[in-house]
Each structure stands twice: as structure tokens, then as C-alpha cells.
């Protein structure tokens, strides 16, 4: 559904991602990992336009979206829930489940039902400030907010940081299910609890490139990623 | 016999009422796009002048106010893309340096065209309304009732419309709301035109009423930034509020204390004021975390 | 004696008790954990020890000292000293402008090229704070705390965002200077980080304190793991 | 290492000033006194960037320190008959303590609320010079304030002679910047600028910090009123106005460049240049000055150090630009 | 030969208004000199020229313009207008034994010097006498004066004003204070309106005056409105309807305008000259700066000389006859000189009444 291929990106002079490939197909959800400032979220933000990139293509469908400004993005179905949850801190949680589903115009009820029973915290609070939710709710909006989009391709970065361990499993059952609906999604993850219960692929990058890539089960307990990645 | 203290109250609610309707403009654009947009006070001058060409020329009031409206939108646009967009990544400060140098330049282009002498746009509507406790002219009606309507409008396009969803959007997070599919083009756009048209509208009344040229809009834009910050930044009903607030106490100075001191006092109302709220009247006061 | 005693510490917001009622304490040399779900009260109690804000009850002790806690700089003073969840450095600043603040600020600072040695700052000492690769710069926060020589540590999720590696990288350079005599006060999510060092752990929720005792202890209590870890498999 | 920089610096600034100041005394009167005022200039622009590109706050008070230091020298000298030499320090001080006050106030705020709180502090300044009209001469301005005196040994006429002063007070005002902005107060203003609740946390006095701060550019801004003053004989309040003076000094930092001591230099220098470069345009010259300055500020938006600084790294390395220097970066 | 002239005048900012027409004026009369041959100076005939230099009414601008000047070698200087700047030049120029200054513009105090600096417009204290000669014919009883606090000029003779008006027995119900560029004057006015005295005097400038005028009425002050200002009809009538002017006294010299309405025949003249030279009216003030070339015109053919000292000299010495081309109404002192010892003129005190579109003589007062 999206590919990445060949994507070279960086900030000023300075060039993070030397060419990476990576996809995200419906059914098979996918993690990326590496150490700290490979440049995971790079690729998220190159992903959905939020920075340029310099080569490369972006294939959603087999289209180049490359080119296209983060809006298009959005409306062709790639959402993404930012590194830090980045609510909209002084607006009510049921705005920004709104402005989720902008590119769309108005929610349906029917989305609103879907994520009541998703995250039923949120229906409950849904009149009370986001900067007022405790940063566990914070991160279920976010994610929240992503699907009010009705994506095909969701992106999630780092997505438990910050979580109590409870908290971490909420949020991985709720992306399972997601994926479990069709939804392409590409999770970039340090916690190897919350990426062995979403993934079936993982891929590793290694200085700005993709070291190693295969099903999950298999490459996040071998050795030889612990040693890349793990740095040990 | 009129009684005095009602009177002088009506007076600094119609005074209050003319800077809050030029602080609203000034406060979309600042608490959204964070632009300190000195240039603010020449839309309001611009306004002003080109209802005042346009009924010179013999047209209706409210149809020049409606067109110079149209034509301020235009050019608030164009100085957002001359002189803001170029300086977007740049210190906030040097924003506010091109928004001087941007109305200087708005000022001289106004002083070339219409010269610097002062001159009044003949009122829409004349006359006083008497009552048995106060006097007020239609006009400040006219204005109090615009500045209800303004702010009742801007409160609408900013929490019933999608496009003020984004707005908002877009004050509070800027790259969140680019992941929502927003686009920073329109938002700008709208907002530097709803600014720009405030700013133009509040021109034309008030140009009714005071005199116009080109520099005219220097002091009501500082003290609309005096009443952004009373109020509280970014806040809609702070501006109203702070507007009303300020006129009223420089009134209550000038009619009780001194004429000499009215400015004074209204500043060190401001000053006493920040001192006891530090973040203004509605402002949030900021969390550390 | 403990070199930190809190007493019934409490703090409201408007209407909100964020934290109430908690007393414990921290011995001299200990690496005391501290947990809870998110919302519980943990930064807010760091805030209040730390002297950011004020509390609204209760007192706390700090080197037999009492009479706390003290405003932020006088806190700082007497050696307390912490670390923010979010990682605050002068981003606008090279990390040598960084350090000289913190050393300058403090006028007991420790050895800077110890530090800059220990926590590998050496190769990136003239590039902005706001450049560094995330886990260096939680690397920077840390050592510009340490240039102040503090005898309590309050460490604020140190490990979040970071990789395995740098995660054991870390738990390496708190034992370190724990060793060396820095007594530390740890929240974190990482369980298997926190207890790896903890010689103590105390629990809140909804900000009371739940449970306070070993780690092993903790790890078994059955409130604990209802309010915070859930099922046993996830501490992993 | 920091010391031997300081003494390069100090020889550097000591170097171009006496090249200054020979340059300067073979002008005729007219350049001369825009050499003056440009001087003048540069000690406010100087001392204003200690606090806001050094500390990062943004006072629109200081039209009325300036004012303050320069009544205060107009009274002592004119009224009191105190040489320029004795009034010079005590209109510093006066402005120094009139700056602690208004510090104590206005540091309760940040942002833009300190901004507008210290505007407001300025009109307020600028109106009571209009209505202590006793003591400033109000409305009129003050007349008859002497020149600063001038010793009989020195061959050169009283214009020459206030050129030679006020690049001399822009001298020392940059090597006292110089030494404030190194010391454990400087280095406690930067963390205020960059991060206050760190700098709190690192247990820095910040409140000390920025008052320090701002009692230091008030100070020479007072020295600056003060010279300004005696130089122009006369004052009126209209030169500390906070539109005039308040948002001029403003413009000299940062389209000099916030945060360096030698940007504002160039700052002051350009915008004192440029009006009277001007002059030529007549009736356009304000339209042509305003459109200059947003030329400026869109091409250099860093301000001119920075550009200076890159075309220096870029003639160094030969190569292309290099991002502007860590402490440029924000305000 | 040329002579250089220097013109100082606010030629951009926000008075620009009032100096461009002084600047203009001063060409037209130079223009005019030349063409009908130059002067002549000691046998030998010269023109004029002039450099203009802008004073933006800033101090600080106005010096450097003023040392830009002399740094040319220009010896003549015709202005400044605000009163801002003309004490700034004043010092300088007081000092210098090779400036000669004819002030067109400002009214403020203590600016001439009967030495080197005249001043061929009134100062604000005759101004004063019409007003004093108003209140002398029509006997009020009380007056609130509201003064542009921003007039050094006004400010500075209000006390003795108020002084004179006492003595003649009129109570001073108020002295109220507003500034240029105000544009709410409800809270003054209100108590203006509430103590209700005879006159409400108003001092400055005519988009204030008329805008007080209107809210005065507005919040129902009933008594004489008296301005004290320069305010051709042209200006207020795009303030203030006429209906709401009538019976409105003004208490200042007369001024281009009004010449031109008396029938004055070299006003008008410079009225056509200006009109066809820059298609629009002329200032009120320009017949000022028109005057202030041919007063220099005369001093230096009568000194026959180009130096200071001598152009100095006869400038104290010259008498209204002496120049025929004057278009003000100057009252000639003792030996019918134009100037008096400390340099000024005294321009005839005039008190004109608003009836229909404009002033008129009010003969009731003076005749
Ligand atoms: N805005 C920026 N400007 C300049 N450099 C940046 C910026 N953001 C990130 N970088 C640099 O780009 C590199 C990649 O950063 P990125 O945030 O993509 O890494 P990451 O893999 O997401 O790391 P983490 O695990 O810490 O989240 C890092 O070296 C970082 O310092
Ligand atoms: N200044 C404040 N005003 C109002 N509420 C606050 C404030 N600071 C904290 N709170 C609330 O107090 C509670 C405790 O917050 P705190 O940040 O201490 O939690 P925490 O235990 O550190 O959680 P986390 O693990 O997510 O960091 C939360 O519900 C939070 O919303
Ligand atoms: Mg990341
Ligand atoms: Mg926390």
C-alpha cells in the first residue's frame, strides 16, 4: 500500500536518511527500530510532508505522493501520530477528534461510536480540556485523532513513550485491532513488548540505511539485531 | 440635570468600544499566526481613507465601507506575503521590525496619495440620542453595536466553523495541525484577511467620526496592544473586555482626576493590572512542566 | 537518619488533589524508585521536593534539616537538584556554553572534563544542545545537573525515548555516581530499568502513596500490579 | 583561554577606535555630528542588547531611560551647575535606580506582557517629563544644558570634541558589555534567555540575573541621555517617545543582530546613516527608509553580524554558508 | 553669484503638512526674485538658491539638517516650523556668527535673538492679545480653556493668559489638557458641559478644535465656543459641517486664507502662482515663508553686503516700507521697523467670527 523507496532526507546541511526503503501493507503491520537518532522520526515526518524530501519516491497505491503538501497527504489516507503526543492542549477532547477527521469535513456519529468503544475514557471525557488528560489519555487521543482520518496508512511514532506498562498494553490492543480492519500500519517503536504484540514485519535502520528487515517473531529475538540495535 | 457619573460611564464604554474594535484584528492575527502586526493600524487607517475617497466621490457610506473593506482584505494578504511570510523561520523579533517598516511604508504611500492634512468622512448617521440619565450619538452606537456584532462574528467563525476550527488549530499547534490536513495557506489567508477587514471596518466608523490621515493609526494600535495584553493574549471576550476596561478608566481619569493625567492613569491602571494578574485578564496563566 | 524525610507532603490545583498526604524516606546513598500510572503525581511531588512549586501541605526534612521545602535556588543550595521529564537543556547554546552556565551558576561545580568524559560528551561539545541526537542530549540534561555537585538527585523518567542500549548505558552511569556518593531519587515506566537500580521503591496513585517497600515486594504486590503494571507478562 | 579573549577583544575595540575617532575628526561638522549621534546610538543599541539579545527580554522602556539620564544631566548641569564630569555618573545611577524600580516591577511578567507592561511604563516616563514641567521644562524642552567641558590642552573645537566623547562612552560601554556578558551574571542571563525553569532548576538566581541585566543597561543608557543631553544643549521629551526612541532602539539590535555586543554597533550605524544618506530623496525619504528596512530584514533577518559572520566563515572555508553561530539563534 | 538659502522644514513625517506649503512658497518667491533679475548686492547682481533639508519636526533630525547646512557653507536659513525644533537650532545657531536666521514657522518662546535669529511670525502671546481683546469687548464671565498639551507654544503663555483673563474678571472654570491626535474628549467635556462656563477656549490645531467643538455641543455645552488657532475654512470644513461652526470666534493673526479673502492682491497673486506651480491651494503659513525670502532679499541688498554681520545689522534695522512685496499685516515699531529689539514682528491681532463657509472680520470686537 505505501512505499518508501529510496528516501533521502535531513535537516539544513545535515542528511539523516541515506536512501531507505521501507512498506507498509495492510495485514502485515510493520515496525521500524534502530538506535536513537538514526532517524526514525525523520521518516515519519518525511512520510507526511512535514519536511522535504531530496530523492526519492513516496508510492501510495503505486501514486508518487511525493510531491503533494501534507494536506493531500492527509486526504489520500496517510496519518500519522507525532512522536509526544502533540494534542491541541486547549481545545476539548471532542475538537480534536474533530479536527482528526478535518480533511473529511464533519465526523459521523458512527465514528464517534468507533472510538467510544475503542477508548471508552475518551467518549467519557470528551467535553474536558486535552492538556487536562493525564499523558496516557493524551497518547490514546492522538491515536484517536489519526483514526478520526479513516487512514489507510497509519503511522506511529513512538507511541508509548511515557506510558505506564498498563497504559502500553491499551494502546497495543487498540492498533491491533486497527490493523486488524485493513488499515496499513508502520509503528516505530523502541519497546520491544508493544512491537512483539503489533508487528508481523520489522525492519532496522543503521545510520540513516536499513540494515536488516524480516518477519518480526523471528528478527526481534535474533542476535544480530540486539547487536545493531540494542547496541550491546 | 444629567447625572454625571452615568454619563461619563457611557462615555468610556463608547471610547472602550472604538479600541476594542481595533484590538480584535490585532489579536486574531497575533494569538493564530504570533505576528506582531504594527501594520494593523494602517488597514485601519486604509479603511478609513478609502471610505472616505469613495463617498466623496458620491457613493453610500455603507457601500464604500463594504468596498474598502473588499480592498483592504486584498492588501492585508499581499502585506502578509511581502512582509510576514518572508520572515516566517526568522526571531519573532525581526517580524516585528518588517511589520514597522511595512507600515511605514503603508503610511508614506497614504501621505502621497492623500496628503497629511486631517479630515472627517461626512457620518452615515448624525445626531444624539438623549436620555434622562446620559447622552450618547448614533455613531457610538453604531460603533458599540459593531464591536457586539465583530466579536459575536469572529466567536462564531472561530468555534461553529470548521475553518475557525483550524484557526485554532493552528494558534495552539502549529505542526499537529498540518498532520490534520490543514493547510497553512488557507488559515493565513483567512485569518490576515478577517484581520485585515476588522481592522478596515473599524476605520470606516471610526473615520465617521475622528479625523483621518496618515499616521492615524499609530497610537490606536499601541493602545490595542496594551488592550491585547489586558485582556489576555489570544483571548476574544479579553479584548472586548480589555477595550471597555481601558476606555472606561481613562474616562473615570480625565472626568474625576485630571484631563493631564488621563494617560497616566490609564497606564498605570495597566501596570497595576499586570502586576496583580500577570497574564492578563482572561489569559491562562502559563503551566511549567 | 534519613537524608530525606517528606511529612503528609500535599499539593492541590484549584480542585484537583494531585498529591496527598505522603510521607517517606530517602536514606543517604540509596537509589529510592519511584512508579505509578501516569497522572499519579510523580512529577508534582518532584516539583514540590525540588521547590518549583510550593506545596500546599506538609513539610519536608532534608539533612536533618527541617523547614522544607525551600524555594528552588535555596533547595539547589543545600543539594538538591533535578532533572526534567521532558529533557531541558539551553538548546540554543553548544553544550561548552551549556556546562559553563550550570558550572558558573553554581560556584561548586564538579570536575567538567570528568563529565564531559563520563557521559561521552567530548566530540560534540561545540555543537547547539538543540542539534544533538535525543539520547545525548538526555545525556547533557543529567550532566548539567551533576555540575552542581548534588547530594539528592531527582531524576525524572531518564530513560524515555531511549534505546536498550543507551537504556543500560544509563543504568550503568546512575550506579556510577550513586557509588560515588550521589543519593537518587528515580521515576520511571522502564520497570525493569527502575528495578535493575532501585534498593527501594514507593507506588503512588491518584496521588497517595500505594505501596513503599523492596523492589522484589513491589513487584509482587497485588494492588500494584492492578493499578500499574497489569498482567505479570508486560513487566518484561 | 577565556582571558587571552578577552584581552584580543579588548585590543581589537581599543584598535578601532582610535581608527575612529582620526577618521572621524577630518570630517566637516555635519558628518561629524552624524558620526556623534551614530555613536550615541550604538552605546544605547549596545547596552539595550544586553538585555534582550543577552537575557532575552524586550523592554520598550528604555526611550524613557534614555530621557531619564539625559534630564537628570540637564538638570544637575543646568540648574545645579555641576560640570558634565560630576553629572555623567550621577545621570547613570539616576537612571540605574529608576531602571531597578522598573525592573522590580515589570520582571513579575514575561514575553510579550513584559513587553507591553514596560511600554506602558514608557509612556508613562514620557508623559511625566511632559508634566513635571518644573523639572524637565515640559512640552517646550529643556534649554541652555552646557557642553561637556572641554580641557584647554585638547586642539580641538567642542564638535570634535563630542565626537571624540561619545565614541569613548561607545568604547567603554562595549568593553563593560563585554566583560558583563562573560561573567557568572552574564552566564546566568543566558540560561534566563534560553530556559528560565532550567535556569531556576540549576539552581541560578534568575531574578538577580535580570535585574543585573537591566540595571546595567540602564546605567548606560543613562550615560548615553547624559552625553546626548550636553551635546545637543537642548532636549525635548518628543526624543523619548516610545514609538521614537523605545522602538528605534529595537530596530538598531536587531537589524544589527541580537545577541553579538558588535552587531548593534552596526545596526546603530546603518540606521543612523541611512536617513541622512536619504536626505537626497526628499519627500520620499521616510517611504525609501521604510522599504530599505524590510529589505534589510528580510535578506538579513538574522541581522547584519550574521550575515558578516557567514561571509567571513564562507571566505575561511571557501565553501558555502554555515548556519549563524549558537548564540544568534533565538531572542 | 548664487546665494544659498537653506530651507528647514518638516518636508516628510507627520507635519509635512504645514511645512511642504512653507518650502513651496519659499521656491515660488526665489523663482520669482531670479526672474526679475537676481539682487544686487553692492553693484553687482546675485541670485538666490535654495537647499532644503528636512527636519521631519524632530529635534535631533532638525540639527543635523541644521549642520548639513552650515557644512555647505549655507549662511541664510529661512525656518524651522515646529516647536519642537526651533529651540534645538536655537543654541547653535545663537552661538554662530555666520548664520543668519528668519524663522517662518514656529511660535514658540525665547526662540529669536534680535542678533542673528528673527522671527517674521507672531508668537503665541499675540495670539493671546485677540483673545484678551475678545474677552475685553464681550465682558464673559467664565472660561474652561482645553490646550493641545503637545504645543510648547500654547503650554507655555497659558498662565499668563489666564492671568490677563482674570483680570478681567473672568473666572478660569478650567484648564483642561488633551493632545494632538486625541480623538475623546467626552470626559473633559461632560464636565465641561456640566459647570456650563461663558466660553470654552480651545488652543491648537484645527482637527481637534473642531472635533471638540462637535462633542461639546454633542453632550450639550451651550456657551460661546472660542478657537485659538490657525484654521483656514478649507481644513475645518473637513471636520465639521458649517452649520455646526457658525458663530465660532477664532483669535489669531490672519493668514493665507484670510488675505486672500480680504482682497489682499499679492495673496492671491501667490495663490495663483502657487496653484498653477503645484495644482493645489497654498498653506496657510506660506504667505509667512514668502515674506521671510523677501525680508532677506531686502536685508542683504540694504547691507550691500553678503556677510553676516552686515545682513544682521540691517536685518534689525529694516522697516516694514522697506519691503513693498510683504503680503502679512505687519504693525511697524517706533521708527517703523519690522523687527523689534529681540528680533520679532508683531503681526496685527485679529478676531474673526464663523458665519456661513468661513471667517470674518468679527467688527463687533475690533474694528
Ligand atoms: N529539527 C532538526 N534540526 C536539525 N537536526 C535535527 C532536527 N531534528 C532531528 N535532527 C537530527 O536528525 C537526526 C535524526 O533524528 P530523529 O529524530 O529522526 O531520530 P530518531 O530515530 O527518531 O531518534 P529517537 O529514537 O531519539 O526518537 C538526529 O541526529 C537529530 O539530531
Ligand atoms: N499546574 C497544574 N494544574 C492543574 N493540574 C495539574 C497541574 N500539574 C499537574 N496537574 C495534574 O496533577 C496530576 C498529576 O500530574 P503529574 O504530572 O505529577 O503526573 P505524573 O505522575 O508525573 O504522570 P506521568 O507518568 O504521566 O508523567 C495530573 O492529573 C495532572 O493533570
Ligand atoms: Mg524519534
Ligand atoms: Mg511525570
Given at each position: 500500500m505505501l512505499e518508501v523507496c529510496d528516501l533521502r532526507a535531513g535537516y539544513g546541511r545535515m542528511e539523516v536518511l541515506h536512501g531507505v526503503s521501507v512498506s507498509a501493507v495492510s495485514g502485515r503491520p510493520t515496525v521500524v527500530m534502530g538506535a536513537n537518532g538514526v532517524g526514525k522520526t525523520t521518516l515519519c515526518r518525511a512520510i507526511t510532508g512535514l519536511i522535504p524530501l531530496r530523492s526519492g519516491a513516496i508510492l501510495l497505491d503505486g501514486e508518487d505522493i511525493s510531491r503533494c503538501d501534507p494536506a493531500e497527504r492527509v486526504r489520500r489516507g496517510v496519518a500519522l501520530v507525532p512522536e509526544g503526543r502533540q494534542v491541541f492542549p486547549e481545545m476539548t477532547v471532542r475538537e480534536n477528534l474533530r479536527l482528526g477527521a478535518y480533511v473529511h469535513g464533519e465526523p459521523t456519529a458512527a465514528q464517534f461510536d468507533d472510538v467510544a468503544e475503542l477508548f471508552p475514557i475518551l467518549a467519557e471525557r470528551q467535553g474536558q480540556m486535552a492538556g487536562l488528560l493525564s499523558g496516557g489519555e493524551q497518547q490514546m487521543l492522538a491515536l484517536a485523532r489519526a483514526l478520526m482520518a479513516r487512514p489507510r496508512v497509519l503511522l506511529l511514532d513512538e507511541p508509548s513513550q511515557g506510558l505506564a506498562p498498563k497504559a502500553v498494553a491499551q494502546v497495543g490492543q487498540a492498533v491491533t485491532r486497527i490493523a486488524s480492519r485493513g488499515v496499513a500500519v508502520l509503528l516505530v517503536e523502541q519497546n520491544l513488548t508493544l512491537a512483539e504484540m503489533i508487528a508481523r514485519h520489522a525492519v532496522v535502520l543503521e545510520s540513516g540505511a536499513v540494515a536488516a528487515e524480516g518477519p518480526a517473531d523471528e528478527l526481534l529475538s535474533s542476535g544480530a539485531v540486539e547487536a545493531s540495535y540494542l547496541g550491546h | 440635570m444629567i447625572d454625571l457619573f452615568v454619563q461619563q460611564l457611557v462615555n468610556g464604554l463608547a471610547l472602550g468600544s472604538t479600541y476594542a474594535l481595533v484590538a480584535l484584528g490585532l489579536t486574531l492575527i497575533f494569538g493564530v499566526l504570533l505576528i506582531p502586526n504594527f501594520a494593523h493600524g494602517e488597514f485601519y487607517m486604509l479603511g478609513a481613507f478609502l471610505t472616505y475617497a469613495m463617498v466623496l466621490a458620491g457613493m453610500n457610506f455603507w457601500l464604500a465601507m463594504a468596498l474598502a473593506v473588499g480592498a483592504v482584505i486584498l492588501l492585508g494578504c499581499l502585506v502578509d506575503r511581502l512582509a510576514f511570510k518572508p520572515v516566517?523561520?526568522?526571531?519573532?523579533l525581526s517580524m516585528m521590525i518588517s511589520a514597522l517598516a511595512a507600515s511605514i511604508i503603508l503610511q508614506q504611500s497614504a501621505m502621497l496619495i492623500w496628503g497629511g492634512e486631517a479630515r472627517t468622512i461626512p457620518a452615515p448617521v448624525t445626531g444624539v440620542l438623549r436620555t434622562p440619565f446620559f447622552i450618547v450619538t448614533w455613531m457610538q452606537l453604531i460603533v458599540m453595536a459593531s464591536l457586539l456584532l465583530a466579536a459575536a462574528g469572529v466567536w462564531l467563525v472561530l468555534n461553529r466553523l470548521r475553518l475557525g476550527l483550524a484557526i485554532r488549530a493552528v494558534a495552539q499547534n502549529r505542526d499537529a495541525a498540518l498532520l490534520m490536513g490543514i493547510s497553512m495557506f488557507q488559515v493565513r489567508l483567512a485569518t490576515f484577511a478577517i484581520g485585515a477587514a476588522l481592522g478596515a471596518i473599524a476605520g470606516a466608523l471610526l473615520g465617521a467620526t475622528f479625523p483621518i490621515y496618515p499616521t492615524m493609526g499609530v497610537n490606536p494600535v499601541l493602545k490595542a496592544f496594551v488592550v491585547l495584553v489586558l485582556g489576555g493574549i489570544g483571548s476574544l471576550p479579553g479584548a472586548v473586555f480589555g477595550g471597555l476596561f481601558l476606555g472606561v478608566v481613562e474616562v473615570m481619569v480625565a472626568g474625576y482626576i485630571s484631563s493631564e493625567l488621563s494617560d497616566i492613569g490609564a497606564f498605570a491602571i495597566l501596570v497595576a493590572v499586570l502586576l496583580l494578574r500577570p497574564q492578563g485578564f482572561f489569559g491562562q496563566a502559563q503551566v511549567e512542566r | 537518619m534519613s537524608l530525606l524525610e517528606l511529612e503528609k507532603l500535599g499539593v492541590r490545583f484549584g480542585g484537583l488533589v494531585a498529591v496527598q498526604d505522603v510521607s517517606l524516606a530517602v536514606e543517604e546513598g540509596q537509589i529510592y524508585g519511584l512508579l505509578g500510572p501516569n497522572g499519579a503525581g510523580k512529577t508534582t511531588l518532584v516539583n514540590m521536593i525540588s521547590g518549583l512549586i510550593r506545596p500546599t501541605s506538609g513539610s519536608l526534612r532534608f539533612a536533618g534539616e527541617a523547614g522544607g521545602p525551600w524555594p528552588i535556588a535555596d533547595a539547589v543550595s543545600r543539594g538538591i537538584v533535578r532533572t526534567f521529564q521532558q529533557t531541558r537543556a539551553?538548546?540554543?547554546?553548544s553544550v561548552r556554553e551549556n556546562l559553563r552556565i550550570a558550572a558558573a551558576a553554581s560556584g561548586r561545580a564538579a570536575d567538567a572534563a570528568e563529565l564531559i568524559e563520563a557521559f561521552g560528551l567530548g566530540p560534540v561539545l561545540d555543537r547547539p544542545a538543540g542539534d544533538l541526537p535525543y539520547a545525548t542530549l538526555r545525556h547533557l540534561g543529567i550532566a548539567l545537573a551533576l555540575t552542581l555537585k548534588p547530594r539528592l538527585l531527582l531524576l525524572d523518567e531518564p530513560a524515555v525515548g531511549l534505546t536498550g542500549g543507551e537504556v543500560d548505558r544509563l543504568a550503568r552511569l546512575i550506579r556510577d555516581w550513586n557509588l560515588r556518593g550521589v543519593t537518587v531519587l528515580l521515576i520511571e515506566h522502564n520497570v525493569r530499568f527502575l528495578m535493575s537500580l532501585a534498593d527501594r521503591v514507593a507506588v503512588l496513585d491518584r496521588g497517595r502513596l500505594l505501596f513503599e517497600g523492596t523492589a522484589a515486594d513491589c513487584q509482587r504486590n497485588p494492588e500494584v500490579i492492578d493499578v500499574y503494571l497489569g498482567r505479570r507478562k508486560e513487566d518484561a | 583561554m577565556p582571558r587571552t579573549d578577552l584581552l584580543r577583544v579588548t585590543v581589537a575595540a581599543v584598535a578601532l577606535f582610535l581608527v575612529a575617532a582620526t577618521l572621524a575628526l577630518r570630517l566637516d561638522d555635519y558628518l561629524l555630528y552624524v558620526v556623534t549621534l551614530g555613536a550615541i546610538f550604538a552605546t544605547l543599541a549596545v547596552s539595550f542588547d544586553v538585555l534582550l539579545g543577552y537575557t532575552g527580554y524586550l523592554s520598550l522602556a528604555h526611550g524613557a531611560l534614555f530621557g531619564v539620564g539625559a534630564y537628570a544631566c540637564g538638570i544637575l548641569t543646568?540648574?545645579?551647575?555641576?560640570p558634565f564630569w560630576a553629572a555623567l555618573p550621577a545621570a547613570g545611577l539616576v537612571a540605574g535606580a529608576a531602571g531597578a524600580v522598573i525592573a522590580l516591577l515589570a520582571f513579575r511578567t514575561r514575553g510579550l506582557y513584559f513587553a507591553v507592561l514596560t511600554l506602558g511604563i514608557g509612556l508613562i516616563g514620557h508623559q511625566l517629563f511632559l508634566v513635571l514641567a518644573g523639572l524637565t521644562g515640559g512640552v517646550g524642552g529643556f534649554v541652555g544644558i552646557p557642553s561637556p567641558g572641554r580641557p584647554d590642552w585638547v586642539p580641538l573645537d567642542q564638535n570634535g570634541w563630542n565626537a571624540l566623547l561619545a565614541l569613548a562612552l561607545l568604547l567603554a560601554t562595549f568593553l563593560a558589555a563585554q566583560l558583563f556578558v562573560r561573567s557568572r551574571l552574564g552566564a546566568a542571563c543566558l540560561a534566563v534567555r534560553e530556559d528560565l525553569t532550567l535556569a531556576q532548576a540549576l539552581g541560578i538566581r534568575v531574578g538577580q540575573a535580570r535585574l543585573a541585566a537591566f540595571v546595567f543597561s540602564a546605567i548606560f543608557t543613562g550615560f548615553a541621555g547624559a552625553l546626548f543631553a550636553a551635546i545637543s544643549n537642548f532636549v525635548a521629551p518628543e526624543s523619548f517617545t516610545v514609538l521614537g526612541a523605545g522602538f528605534q532602539l529595537v530596530a538598531l539590535v536587531v537589524v544589527g543582530g541580537m545577541g553579538t555586543l558588535w552587531g548593534p554597533i552596526l545596526g546603530a550605524a546603518l540606521l543612523t546613516a541611512l536617513p541622512e544618506a536619504l536626505r537626497v530623496a526628499s519627500g520620499y525619504s521616510l517611504m525609501a527608509y521604510g522599504v530599505l528596512l524590510l529589505v534589510f530584514v528580510i535578506f538579513a533577518p538574522r541581522g547584519l553580524a550574521s550575515l558578516a559572520t557567514a561571509g567571513l566563515a564562507r571566505l575561511r572555508t571557501g565553501a558555502g554558508f554555515r548556519a549563524a553561530p549558537a548564540g544568534e539563534r533565538r531572542p | 553669484d548664487e546665494i544659498v538659502v537653506g530651507d528647514l522644514h518638516p518636508i516628510t513625517g507627520p507635519a509635512n503638512f504645514y511645512g511642504l506649503p512653507e518650502s513651496r512658497a519659499i521656491q515660488l518667491a526665489v523663482e520669482e526674485i531670479n526672474a526679475a533679475g537676481g539682487l544686487s548686492v553692492g553693484g553687482e547682481s546675485h541670485t538666490f538658491r535654495i537647499q532644503t533639508e528636512d527636519t521631519q519636526a524632530n529635534p535631533t533630525v532638525g540639527v543635523s539638517a541644521l549642520k548639513k547646512l552650515v557644512s555647505s557653507d549655507v549662511r541664510f536659513v529661512i525656518g524651522p516650523l515646529s516647536s519642537g525644533v526651533g529651540p534645538a537650532l536655537f543654541p547653535i545657531i545663537d552661538r554662530s556668527d555666520a548664520i543668519t536666521q528668519i524663522i517662518d514657522g514656529t511660535i514658540a518662546e525665547g526662540v529669536t535673538n534680535g542678533r542673528n535669529i528673527f522671527r517674521n511670525q507672531a508668537t503665541v502671546s499675540q495670539y493671546d492679545v485677540s483673545v484678551v481683546a475678545l474677552f475685553k469687548a464681550k465682558g464673559y464671565g467664565s472660561v474652561t480653556m482645553m490646550t493641545d498639551r503637545f504645543h510648547a507654544g500654547f503650554v507655555g503663555t497659558q498662565p499668563a493668559l489666564a492671568a490677563s483673563l482674570k483680570e478681567l474678571g473672568a473666572e478660569i472654570a478650567g484648564e483642561e489638557g488633551y493632545k494632538l491626535g486625541d480623538t475623546d474628549f467626552s470626559a473633559t467635556l461632560t464636565r465641561v458641559a456640566s459647570r456650563n462656563p461663558d466660553v470654552l477656549l480651545i488652543r491648537g490645531y484645527p482637527a481637534e478644535g473642531a472635533l471638540i467643538t462637535k462633542q461639546a455641543r454633542q453632550l450639550g455645552f451651550e456657551g460661546q465656543v472660542v478657537w485659538e488657532m490657525v484654521s483656514p475654512p478649507s481644513t475645518v470644513l473637513k471636520n465639521i459641517s458649517a452649520a455646526e461652526m457658525e458663530g465660532v470666534y477664532n483669535c489669531i493673526p490672519a493668514t493665507t486664507e484670510d488675505y486672500i479673502a480680504l482682497g489682499n492682491e499679492k495673496a492671491i497673486a501667490l495663490e495663483e502662482a502657487y496653484r498653477a506651480r503645484f495644482n493645489e491651494p497654498a498653506g496657510e503659513l506660506s504667505v509667512l515663508s514668502y515674506d521671510a525670502v523677501h525680508i532677506l532679499k531686502a536685508a542683504i541688498e540694504k547691507a550691500g553686503s553678503l556677510e553676516n554681520a552686515a545682513v544682521n545689522a540691517a536685518l534689525a534695522d529694516l522697516t516694514v516700507e522697506e519691503v513693498p512685496q510683504l503680503i502679512s499685516d505687519y504693525v511697524p515699531g517706533e521708527g517703523g521697523q519690522l523687527f523689534d529689539d529681540k528680533g520679532q514682528v508683531t503681526l496685527r491681532s485679529a478676531v474673526s467670527v464663523w458665519q456661513g463657509e468661513g471667517w470674518h472680520p468679527a467688527t463687533d470686537v475690533i474694528r
Open positions: - | 516566517e523561520q526568522a526571531p519573532p | 539551553f538548546l540554543g547554546l | 543646568a540648574h545645579h551647575g555641576w | -
